[in-house]
């Protein structure tokens, strides 16, 4: 296996967050397979995570403070306003250092960059001799309501790959007209260990109390499920600007008997292993590593298939079960027929326990080394 | 060969015959791929230009990458040269070229990427085809929908389309082993041949990939000239071939018993590749037509029947007409095959049902094939008929062109003693600055025809511009007893080709063109185009042609683009609210003024109608404005103001306005003035889930809720008939306690007051209108529409048999079907007169009054007809289907319902069978439904909100 050198140019080194823990996961599975790997930062983090005392990685950041967003040309003036030219200037020499690292790194690199505005500082680099791998980390349907959607189309038109997180995502910037799309899911973030002895009678949630997750809609449908069934609880995991409205709404319904704000927790497997079954009631979401753990601990799990890395990770029916998006009720009866079928949720936990193997870190450290060396032919 | 590379992923075989120019551009778009590690072989058919020099020079170019090789002689097609340049291939993979193509940049990275990953044999991607004389640069995507997303297949009879449709062997890349293997090679000496080289390797394949991504741009130039008739004549040459590579390709399948596949080729056969040649066989004499019905009709004729039950109706008559060798019946029945909408045939009606023709009307089978009742046509007035009108005469004499033609009445359309008058029109295709019109003299009946014949003095007084205005279509205008009939002249066997041109002058003088020559268009129909015949023409044209890009012409061009952007710019929805927002709003409100629309705009119809009608009773002073939508208001009262949806009269009334009332929603992004009340009367009490209890709503971000937010805030008033609507509707919407108006519907006033004896004469008007018989029962029927998985509406289908319904009750009740506006249907004449179809109808409260009894399924009506304490029928057929999609509903109809729930046709008849039974039945649960969800619908809504908002003084909100 060909050892390379291997950058990752994100926003930020170590932000608290899903893509933050996937970078940081990968580049040390890489490292691991001894590639020398430079983690860079556009800007500094806005909640640093911590990387341990030695990550076996290098860690850039070019700027100290976090740039200021690109001034929008005034219309008249277009692209020769002051503004534009200034900020255009201190972007090219931040890039220069981004230049100076790839100069320096050995023929057949390969530069990983995981957010599309850490692109706009690569496009600006010299990167010749390199193969660029860009990434979109979110669901093609979440990025097009972004104003992502469009420097998407335009920063990553020329990368010799762009990873989307599912085939279904990658056909769909295919059809956008973006013709050198692949796609690579995360790996796991835990190992897959001891199942949950799916003994308890609680329906866990995590993940942070936005109207993004939609736990308003969990709220509705737990009031189907709690009349029919009795003595279970919805421990719901997690914090965020939405609680106190959750909360009141919670009350509203008459549910505060069989609900419970647990709060954030630290320790994801053993909440889960505290559970019976997972549930997900989010509004969007790209490749929800939060499933992949849940069933990394042999939970199954209901979910509203609102992204097509849902349905990546959940086969309905053989290792759980699927909502149409937003249908509150649906997604009651799902949660009914596993909290009152033990037989059914030990066949669903099993599979999802062997199943989501394939997402093993190695697998999936082994595709993106096939990629590297494919990029190269 | 200078050095031997390690395998290439992919050799790319460029075949090449005669094609010096663009050979290059081929090879190139091979080197350029992403994927570096290929190869190509160039193979020359042997040509007898410098193709093969030109090869050469490139193999030495790229010594290594490029090989050449040349067929000893030529083999005529494309199949030989292709099976010589896998004979010398290395790679893993091979893809075939021609030298006129190009690949998609990533196209073999793509390829190779699919292939690895599921291990396919072949991996197949979209083809683009580019008109390379089109003047946009017009692209066709080849068979798209088979290429949307990734998909492997484990046997070709996954996907019968693929196997069907996508007969071409260049858009993708075959594991070489997998050629070799099965001796995969194109047939000699045949065309069509990708055709049998597809069908193999699609059978041969253990696993095949489809990609979307675009891998190969097929250039091709849009034959612009009209096909000569020897043209004509080898295309039906050429059948030959075609249907001996069919019958190949059947013998292939049938060793393999693939059944399925077999009847999907047949289907595909009698609907596409027949009608390639139907669309010639206008233009022959029938010794051709002949000979392509001897070459046909013992191919099709081994097809099952399942294969002609899957034709639509014209498909299906064509092909029996062409078995039957009856060319006077075919040749209009292909002209519907081309023109879907135009009606060629002057049908017949035989026992309530409508026929093609008359002639095989004893044979039952072909009796169903020539029913084509369900295509309305009968259903249709004049001037809304494009009808067939054939070019019988067409003679040059001088400068006048002499035309005559019959235009076909269906079913006698036209009376025998209709009054009638016509013209022909003469427009240029691309943008026309000038018609000209000549009269033609005294149109008359001949037979099921009208015949006209006219002298048409064109050199004299058609005058084109010379330049933009090239070709010109010849429409005939049609008058009978004033209405209008507008249609085209189908050309067929009249000879166009030996007869003289006629000399024209163009306004930009004769540099431009002189001649007018005859043509047949796309469809069949006569037009003109302009050419140059004479040499001071064809310089002039040639230099015009040169300066055409030269720099100020492209200047020019771009201005005028440039101002035709900013005119659509300046109308384009978000200057309007920009407009709106900034400058309309700004103007001082119009006391007095109030805006309806019923709708969004659709009708005169419903609650605000109701409203209007109070106020115009009472005789306030307001300003009455009224939204409409589409091209023509129909059916509003003379007296109002009227503004088209979205037009900028429209903006401004709804800035000014002291009042809105309406039943839907005012455009969601218009805001309201805080000095404007909004009156919401809503359209119906709740059965399915509504706004925000809506699945589809409540899945939108925060801000795309808090926008839709917006837009309900602007409700100042929201109207309801019962505490449901308060639950449902009220709750849904987030509509604060305060703003209800516990009202009950104006709408429904009408029909409250009919239980309490006053009869309504608008109601006494439409009986009269629509003929009813005094002595039958009225039933009203109206089911709501459905909705496919993609959310777009089905087809509307009777859930029972109408025929048969009016059969065993026509005696007894007349059936007024009122489909969803959303919905269209077509009765057969057989019903007429005991089923009526009253969809046009833009309010239906009156069809309410006449009905003595209702039949629906889950539309809202039934809240409002329970008013009239008459019975309800729920046909209810796919309750569960309705019920659990997507939405889901507030309560359980089954459960509820105050009438009947038949589930089968059968059990439907039999709930119809006494009226008056059912009437007591249900007496009490009537009741008791009217008082659970239209508790305030008491006969006085319309009077009750005018009194609060248009009192003596008017509210100040």
């Given amino acids: 296996m060909t050892q390379r050198d291997i950058f990752f140019v994100a926003n930020e080194v170590n932000e608290l967050g899903g893509v933050g823990r996937w970078q940081i996961q990968l580049a040390t599975l890489l490292a691991g397979r001894g590639h020398r790997v430079t983690v860079v930062g556009i800007a500094p983090p806005h909640h640093p995570m911590d990387l341990g005392e030695r990550p076996p990685f290098e860690t850039v950041t070019l700027y100290a403070r976090r740039p200021p967003s690109r001034p929008r040309p005034r219309r008249l003036v277009g692209r020769i306003d002051p503004a534009v030219r200034r900020h255009e200037a201190h972007m090219r020499q931040a890039a220069e250092r981004l230049t100076a690292l790839f100069r320096a790194a050995r023929p057949g690199a390969v530069i990983v960059v995981p957010q599309v505005w850490a692109m706009e500082w690569v496009a600006l680099a010299d990167t010749a001799g390199h193969r660029v791998i860009g990434m979109t980390h979110e669901s093609f349907d979440t990025c097009r309501k972004t104003s992502r959607f469009q420097r998407v189309k335009k920063y990553y038109q020329d990368v010799d790959r762009l990873l989307a997180l599912t085939q279904e995502d990658a056909d769909r910037w295919v059809g956008e007209g973006m013709n050198n799309v692949g796609f690579m899911p995360n790996p796991l973030p835990i190992p897959p260990g001891t199942p949950s002895p799916r003994s308890e009678k609680v329906v866990a949630s995590i993940g942070r109390l936005s109207h993004e997750k939609g736990v308003d809609m969990l709220l509705d449908a737990w009031a189907e499920v709690a009349p029919q069934q009795p003595g279970w609880t919805l421990r719901i995991y997690g914090r965020g600007e939405a609680e106190a409205e959750l909360r009141q709404r919670c009350a509203e319904l008459g549910l505060e008997d069989s609900v419970d704000f647990a709060g954030q927790t630290d320790d994801v497997p053993g909440a889960l292993r505290a559970s019976s079954v997972f549930v997900q009631s989010s509004r969007g979401e790209g490749f929800p590593l939060v499933l992949l753990e849940a069933m990394a601990c042999g939970v199954p799990c209901v979910a509203f298939d609102c992204a097509p890395g849902v349905r990546e990770i959940v086969t309905h029916e053989e290792d759980g079960l699927l909502a149409r998006p937003g249908n509150t009720s649906e997604l009651a009866r799902h949660l009914v027929r596993l909290m009152s079928d033990e037989q059914l949720r030990d066949a669903f936990g099993e599979r999802a326990l062997s199943n989501v193997r394939r997402f093993d870190p190695d697998a999936i450290t082994r595709r993106w080394e096939e990629l590297f060396d494919f990029l190269e032919r | ?957």
């Avoid at chain 2, 000893?72 to 893993?92: F, H, L, W």
């Avoid at chain 2, 003024?593 to 005169?604: D, N, P």
């Avoid at chain 2, 209890?693 to 925060?702: I, T």
């Avoid at chain 2, 709501?784 to 007894?812: H, I, K, L, Q, S």
Wanted: aromatic fraction near 10%.
């Fill in chain 2, 1 to 957: 060969m200078s050095s031997v590379a390690p395998e290439p992923d992919v050799s790319v075989v460029v075949i090449v015959y005669n094609d010096e120019d663009r050979l290059a551009t081929a090879v190139g778009s091979v080197l350029e791929q992403s994927l570096r590690n290929v190869e190509v072989i160039i193979a020359d058919d042997c040509s007898t230009d410098g193709s093969y020099e030109v090869a050469q020079a490139l193999a030495a170019a790229h010594p290594g990458k490029v090989r050449a090789i040349r067929l000893p002689e030529n083999s005529g097609g494309c199949g030989e040269p292709r099976n010589q340049g896998v004979k010398v291939a290395r790679g893993r993979y091979v893809m075939f070229l021609d030298s006129d193509d190009t690949l998609e940049p990533n196209a073999c990275r793509n390829m190779v990427e699919a292939g690895d990953r599921t291990g396919a044999d072949l991996v197949s991607g979209l083809c683009v085809r580019v008109h390379t004389d089109s003047r946009h640069g017009k692209r066709v995507l080849w068979y798209p929908w088979l290429y949307r997303s990734t998909r492997t297949l484990e046997s070709v009879a996954e996907l019968p389309d693929l196997f069907v449709f996508d007969t071409l062997s260049t858009n993708k890349c075959y594991r070489r082993d997998f050629l070799l293997d099965n001796d995969l090679t194109f047939p000699r000496g045949i065309h069509y041949e990708d055709l049998l080289f597809s069908a193999q390797a699609y059978l041969a394949a253990r696993r095949i990939t489809l990609i979307p991504n675009t891998v190969y741009f097929w250039n091709v130039v849009q034959k612009s000239a009209t096909k000569s008739i020897s043209n004509r004549r080898g295309e039906i040459r050429n059948f030959a071939d075609r249907v001996e590579i069919h019958r190949r390709i059947d013998a292939l399948l049938q060793q393999r018993g693939e059944d399925e596949l077999k009847l999907r080729k047949d289907i595909k056969f009698l609907k596409h590749d027949l009608v390639l040649y139907f669309r010639e066989l206008p233009f022959l004499d029938d010794d051709y037509r002949h000979r392509f019905a001897e070459l046909a009709r013992p191919y099709v004729q081994t097809f099952s029947d399942a294969a002609y039950a899957e034709l639509d109706r014209v498909h299906a008559i064509c092909a029996q007409l062409l078995l039957r060798e009856d060319w006077t019946d075919l040749m209009p029945a292909i002209d519907t095959l081309i023109n879907r909408n135009k009606i060629s045939a002057p049908l017949v009606e035989r026992d309530g049902r409508i026929y093609w023709t008359d002639r095989y009307l004893d044979d039952p089978e072909m009796r169903s094939v020539l029913d084509v009742t369900t295509l309305g046509y009968h259903a249709k007035q004049l001037n809304q008929m494009f009808l067939r009108n054939r070019l019988t005469e067409y003679t040059v004499r001088g400068g006048d062109v002499v035309l005559a033609g019959e235009v076909v009445n269906p079913l006698h359309t036209i009376a025998d003693d209709a009054n009638l008058t016509a013209e022909l029109e003469f427009r240029a295709r691309r943008r026309s600055l000038q018609t000209f019109r000549f009269p033609v003299p005294a149109p008359r009946h001949q037979g099921d025809t009208i015949a006209w014949r006219a002298q048409v003095p064109l050199a004299r007084k058609l005058r084109p511009l010379g330049i933009v205005d090239d070709v010109w279509d010849v429409r005939l205008h049609l008058t009978a007893d004033g209405k209008r009939t507008t249609s085209r002249l189908t050309v067929g066997t009249v000879d166009l080709e030996d007869v003289e041109d006629v000399p024209v002058r163009p306004r930009l003088t004769r540099l431009m063109a002189d001649r007018l020559e005859a043509q047949v268009s796309a469809k069949g129909h006569l037009a003109f185009r302009l050419t140059q015949h004479g040499q001071l023409a064809r310089t002039g044209r040639a230099a015009v042609e040169r300066n055409l890009h030269s720099r100020p012409a492209r200047a020019a061009k771009g201005a005028y683009r440039t101002l035709r952007a900013v005119r659509r710019e300046l109308n384009s929805g978000t200057r309007k609210l920009q407009v709106y927002e900034r400058m309309l709003t700004r103007l001082p409100v119009r006391k007095g003024t109030v805006v309806f629309e019923s709708h969004l705009g659709k009708q005169y119809s419903d609650s605000p109608r109701a409203l209007y009608e109070e106020l115009r009773r009472r005789g306030t002073p307001i300003t009455a404005i009224w939204s409409y939508a589409g091209q023509r208001p129909e059916g509003f009262p003379k007296d109002v103001q009227l503004v088209r949806r979205w037009s900028w009269r429209y903006l401004r009334a709804l800035a000014q306005a002291e009042f809105w009332i309406d039943n839907q929603g005012y455009p969601l992004r218009l805001a309201k003035r805080p000095e404007t009340t909004y009156i919401q009367t809503w359209h119906g009490s709740a059965l399915k889930r509504m706004g925000f209890d809506e699945p589809g709503l409540r899945m939108l971000s925060e801000p795309e809720q808090r926008a839709y937010q917006q837009a309900l805030d602007r409700f100042d008033h929201f109207v309801v008939r019962s505490e449901h609507d308060v639950r449902t509707l009220a709750r849904a919407y987030r509509i604060p306690e305060h703003k209800l108006l516990r009202t009950g519907y104006p709408r429904n006033d009408a029909l409250v007051r009919a239980t309490q004896g006053t009869p309504d004469p608008e109601a006494q008007r439409l009986a009269e209108r629509l003929g009813l018989a005094p002595d039958r029962q009225v039933l009203l029927y109206a089911p709501t529409f459905r909705a496919r998985p993609d959310g777009r509406v089905r087809d509307f289908e009777f859930p029972f048999d109408v025929e048969e319904f009016a059969t065993r009750f026509g005696d007894r009740y007349t059936l007024l079907v009122r489909a969803h506006y959303l919905n269209r249907l077509t009765l057969p004449p057989s019903v007429a007169g005991r089923v009526i179809d009253v969809s046009a109808e833009p309010d239906i409260t009156p069809l309410m009054l006449l009905a003595d009894a209702l039949i629906t399924d889950y539309s809202s009506v039934m809240f409002d007809y329970a008013l009239l304490h008459r019975p309800i029928v729920f046909f209810a057929h796919d309750w569960e289907e309705y019920a659990q999609d997507t939405r889901g509903t507030y309560f359980d109809l089954l459960a509820e319902a105050p009438g009947p729930v038949p589930r089968t046709a059968q059990e439907f008849f039999d709930a119809l069978a006494d009226l008056g039974t059912l009437r007591t039945t249900y007496e009490a649960r009537l009741k008791e439904f009217v008082d659970k969800y239209g508790e305030y619908d008491r006969g006085n809504a319309a009077a009750q909100i005018v009194d609060r908002f248009f009192g003596t003084t008017g509210e100040a909100r």
